[in-house]
């Protein structure tokens, strides 16, 4: 059979036209990770209410649209989780349930019982399947981070198991604490050991199975060598305690003790590009550049530098002010190039007269010479009502909160070149529904 060369042409012309269509096939359905979010089952025809859960999402390399894992959600194996960690290249994902935010004082509550670390593998297409669980040392753990090496994980409980050995870590007198209890992880099976204090001794002379940090704790992380726990009662002052870290895993007292700071309504402990922040929900009054009038906004962020010891240096300039339609800061995000930074704020959820356009993202240029933050050109950004966390795509391309008030979770384009955020295109510009409040959220990139 012989073509005319109007019919060749023709050919030739479906054939490239079929091969762009499959190419761009390809490059759509490019998963370039994953995002999984913790929180609590409120609605949905799995597991029953209250009952701690993870979503889990494919992230789209091209539009940053999500699509469900397929089996997710599932249970978190406890209630109320609201930290999870990534470690040993991904292979495990561990949730943090807090069995209830009540369980200081309520111990009967069936929920506290369901307080502990549930380990989970990770599959090549993001889906988790539960291995083994785990339980900390003292009580209502909230708080949890693993070190760079992977090899150790670290859970901050709002009351140690015994308080008689307060006052043994954190001076005399000290008669109620927090800790922190320190596991190993095997980097074959990723099982969860103890690590005993070596430093600190219980009463009966045996080695303390946890770390006592001062009461009322209220976040920590890992900077500079130092473990930082942050803690205070609302109202009546914050203060940092430090313990220096090695490789090997464990804490050891620093020679610096509580750190009052200039905070009195302190709500996390977060780190970015070698620096510490304190976000504190008090008001701040300052006069704006090019203006003489004081503007006073509700919240506030506190910069810090690690200094010797663990102590914290007040980066110049101070504190820095939250946007004045926002309140509330929960979580700070700062991105990859080390240009820019973003507070989650979650507005009041306790005043019903409030609503929740307090809720959304402020963003912050760092001055690359003076490391200051000014505000950012467009902000504050959009987000479901009441963010709790933000995290970046593995691509760094989008920047997604999971949000408590709502039961959401909601994406938005972060622009290369001057780090505003915008609504993700087309289709995928939508709310994505989950099973309930949203607590936490991390990004995965290996997809394979």
């Known amino acids: 059979m012989k073509f005319r060369k109007f019919g060749k042409a023709l050919l030739m012309g479906a054939v490239s036209l079929s091969a762009i269509l499959s190419i761009t096939s390809c490059v759509q359905s490019y998963t370039v990770g994953f995002l999984y979010v913790t929180g609590t089952q409120t609605t949905g025809t799995s597991g029953s209410a209250g009952q701690g859960i993870v979503s889990g999402f494919r992230i789209d390399h091209n539009t940053g649209k999500l699509t469900a894992i397929h089996g997710m959600p599932l249970s978190s194996g406890g209630s109320y989780p609201n930290r ?141 060598n130092f473990v930082l726990t942050l803690s205070g009662t609302p109202g009546t002052g914050n203060f940092v305690f430090p313990y220096a870290y090695n490789t090997t895993g464990q804490l050891t007292l620093s020679q610096n003790s509580l750190q009052t700071i200039n905070a009195t309504q302190a709500t996390a402990l977060q780190a970015g590009n070698s620096f510490v922040y304190v976000l504190d929900n008090e008001p701040i009054t300052y006069v704006p550049t090019n203006s003489t009038t004081p503007v006073t906004v509700p919240s506030q962020i506190l910069p810090f530098t690690v200094g010797a010891g663990g102590s914290l240096q007040a980066q110049t300039g101070g504190a820095v002010p939250d946007v004045p339609a926002q309140s509330n800061p929960l979580f700070l995000l700062a991105e990859s190039k080390g240009k820019w930074i973003y507070v989650a704020n979650a507005g009041d959820n306790t005043n019903a007269t409030v609503t929740n356009t307090q809720s959304g993202i402020a963003g912050y240029v760092i001055d690359t010479s003076s490391h200051q933050l000014t505000t950012m050109s467009g902000s504050p950004f959009g987000s479901g009502a009441g963010p709790s966390c933000l995290v970046e795509d593995p691509s760094n391309q989008f920047i997604y909160t999971a949000n408590f008030n709502d039961s959401s979770v909601t994406g938005l384009v972060l622009d290369p070149n001057v780090g505003t955020l915008s609504s993700l295109p087309g289709s995928a510009n939508k709310t994505y529904t989950l099973n309930g409040p949203a607590t936490y959220c991390l990004v995965n990139g290996r997809t394979s």
């Open 84 to 224: 999870a960690v990534l470690i040993l290249g991904s292979r495990f994902l561990y949730v943090l349930n807090q069995g209830g935010s009540d369980c200081t004082t309520n111990t009967t509550d069936s929920d506290c019982a369901q307080a502990n670390i549930v380990q989970f593998s990770v599959a090549g297409n993001g889906a988790l399947v539960s291995q083994q669980t785990f339980y900390t040392q003292g009580k209502n753990p909230f708080r949890m981070f693993a070190d760079a090496t992977g090899g150790h994980i670290y859970v901050l409980d709002h009351d140690a198991p015994d308080n008689s050995s307060c006052a043994r870590a954190l001076g005399a007198g000290v008669t109620s604490c927090g800790d922190i209890t320190v596991f190993n992880v095997d980097p074959s099976t990723g099982r969860l050991s103890l690590l005993l204090n070596a430093q600190v001794a219980a009463a009966d002379g045996s080695q303390l199975t946890y770390f006592p940090v001062p009461s009322n704790p209220i976040d920590v992380l890992l900077s500079s």
